[in-house]
């Protein structure tokens, strides 16, 4: 039982990464269409910010990485949508083929520039350590993510519901063309929701460091986990995404500890697949009349 | 009429390269034609069914595991277990690996597995209708989940390392350069049949449906095809012929392990069937053996340009030709002939 209360912070968080980074991804591939590969490279940049910063501010670098990591990896994905993908439209697949060769580009260009080993970022000393509660040990630095993508979720739900630009957002998403008729500049939704997606893998990066080394391969390394969570939450969903992410980061915390981390990846996979077949459009599904 | 021609100038180049290649390169040839095999899979699935498979590695890793198991065990010590097993302390032979020894089990096994595996997956996600994108993510998960079993069971499956020093196929010493030039003209002779097979199928009744499911899978349903069906025995087509390509890697290459599995090398099987072109199967074989050549050349002397030069080619494909060369070059045999296509009812 102590075991198994134990287990829950970090299911907890695991949950938290899966969401910052699938926050993103659900929304361009709900929206868009686009099967984004190169958004774990978003993240590797958001993680590669932190580590200059902490060299640059030194001390609390952390909380100044947040909002900059947003910008930086913000901006990279604005221009990839700018440059590239925005001929792509349409064409799924290619979008996923087309993103990878983005992806392998940059993690190239961070073994060149960061070198191949991975940095260390050091959290600073109020994230080190932890508290009991309830008998349960909480460390403080899988508080603050969960705290974090709490936060982003919160923040994201707000912009949807509240702010015009969301409103817009959940247009496009709903019925493209019905949202083009209606006078909404679908290309400049487009280039928001990008850039908030990529902005918040940045997010996701720099929340990675206080729990791993930053390497070029970071993002790869959670990439198809998060996929996994849009796929099962329900495309361009934010609530789909929340409760994939919290049940798949469960089922992986569990898993890991009942059986080995080997077999706990094969157990979701397949856990995934069974759900599918009762829900196939994913948790939360928008209701559409198109067929299939 | 052209297109024979330029297949018998294939077979007769595949037969002289080993009078004109070191063993050494002959064996590196012997490996681009395994990547080519896959890569025919790839055409089938992907062009013709529009089914972006990106787990082809576990397929190719079924059919690799199966085949490296049985010469394990046939060059196996006098307990009767592989090195590597003995190395992690494993002292009598896993279950799994007890019908691995029967020959007639192992070859069966290098085509059955990989073809069950696609078929029970296309069955349950196609019949769901479940696809497109939906579909190259979850093959890719596959992938991912296959590659942390095979590292997690060190003692069943050689971990990291996987199956590893060879020194015989069968009858064939794989240690000399005449053994090794009988697994290559296996490896030519398999490439060709499979070729001809998928051709065969292509022209068939069978490809004229998988490519009317991959244009408009809801008409086909309505025509009273059953649209899941043609694509499940499609991918697991597709799943055999990487099985195939797999096995005979172990010979040629000598290892088989995780690192040649996973996500990544999964993706790399698609670089070249990308580049030579996806709707042309031929393009796809052509352009699997350029891809992995590059990739050789490169290694030796540049090796992180590779990763550019890949990522790049990636770009440059889909940008400027989404079709691969094959696209580029009917379109410029249409333009020299000046001869009006025909008209395809939309």
Known sequence: MAALANQLPIGLSIAAVLLLIALGLT?????????????????????????????????????????VAFAVAGLLGLLLEWSLIRRFYGRPLDTLLLTWGVSLVLQQLARDVFGAPNVQVTAPAWLVGGVDVLGVRLPHNRVFITALAALCVLGVGL?????????????????????????????????????????????????????????????????????????????????????????????????EFWTDASLAKVLVFVAVIAFLQIRPQGMVALRGRSLG | MSGRISLVLCVVLLAVAPLVLSPFRLGLLAKYLCFAIVAVGIALAWGRGGMLTLGQGVFFGLGGYAMGMHLKLREAGPAGLPDFMVWSGVEELPALWKPSANPVFALAAVVVLPGLVAFLLGLLVFRQRVRGAYFAILSQALAAAFVILLVGRQGLTGGTNGLTNFSRFFALDLTDPGGRRVVYAITAAALVLTYLAVKLVVRSRFGALLVAVRDHEDRVRFLGYDPALVKTITFAASAVVAGLAGALFVPVVGIISPALLGVVPSLELLVGVALGGRFSLAGAVAGAIAVNYAKTLFSEDFPEGWLYLQGGLFVLVLVFAPRGLAGVVEAARDRFRRRPREEVAG
């Not at chain 1, 868009?32 to 910063?53: K, R």
């Open chain 1, 27 to 67: 929304f361009t591939f709900g929206q868009m269409g686009v099967v984004n590969m190169a958004h774990g490279e978003f993240i590797m940049v958001g993680a590669y910010t932190a580590y200059l910063l902490q060299g640059a501010v030194g001390g609390q670098s952390l909380l100044v990485a947040l909002p």
């Open chain 1, 159 to 255: 912009y949807l519901a509240k702010l015009p630009q969301g409103r817009r957002m959940r247009a496009v998403v709903q019925n493209r063309e019905l949202a083009a008729c209606s006078g909404i500049a679908t290309g400049r939704v487009d280039r928001s929701t990008f850039l908030l997606g990529s902005g918040l893998a940045g997010v996701a990066g720099v929340a990675l460091t206080l729990v791993g080394p930053v390497g070029p391969g970071l993002g790869t390394f959670y990439i198809v986990d998060a996929f996994l969570v849009v796929v099962a939450g329900g495309l361009g969903r934010l609530r789909g995404a929340v409760l994939a992410a919290l049940a798949l980061g469960f089922l992986n915390g569990y898993l």
